[in-house]
Nanobody, 126 residues
Framework: QVQLVESGGGLVQAGGSLRLSCAAS????????MAWFRRVPGKERELITA????????YYADPVKGRFTISRDNGKNTLYLQMNSLKPDDTAVYYC???????????????????WGQGTQVTVSS
């Protein structure tokens, strides 16, 4: 079983930046694709970005493309999300997620990911 612990959320003004981290344990981190999801109250959790097991492929949903950057450090078993030019619409709980199977997966497909952290709140004020 994989354990995921997010950190780095908080309150930031519009136009600001935050960096989220996700520490993983419980299985071979470097073998699995990883992703970040977010959930706005009253809406379903949405996939916003994902990265392949090796880090050579990434996916970004349109709302965050060009502003967010996903990365990973397989030596530290850690996933990152650098968020720049934040907007009030980015306010949500952000979740780290791990792929259900090792190797190559469809990074744009939400169903590929089924292990979740507890989430970290990001609030962007206008």
């Amino acid at each position: 079983q994989v354990q995921l612990v997010e950190s780095g959320g908080g309150l930031v003004q519009a136009g600001g930046s935050l960096r989220l981290s996700c520490a993983a344990s419980g299985r071979t981190f470097s073998s699995y694709a990883m992703a970040w999801f977010r959930r706005v109250p009253g809406k379903e959790r949405e996939l916003i970005t994902a990265i392949s097991w090796s880090g050579d492929r990434t996916y970004y949903a349109d709302p965050v493309k060009g502003r967010f950057t996903i990365s990973r450090d397989n030596g530290k078993n850690t996933l990152y999300l650098q968020m720049n030019s934040l907007k009030p619409d980015d306010t949500a709980v952000y979740y780290c997620a791990a792929a259900r199977r090792p190797g190559v997966v469809n990074l744009a497909r939400q169903a590929e990911f089924d292990y979740w952290g507890q989430g970290t709140q990001v609030t962007v004020s206008s």
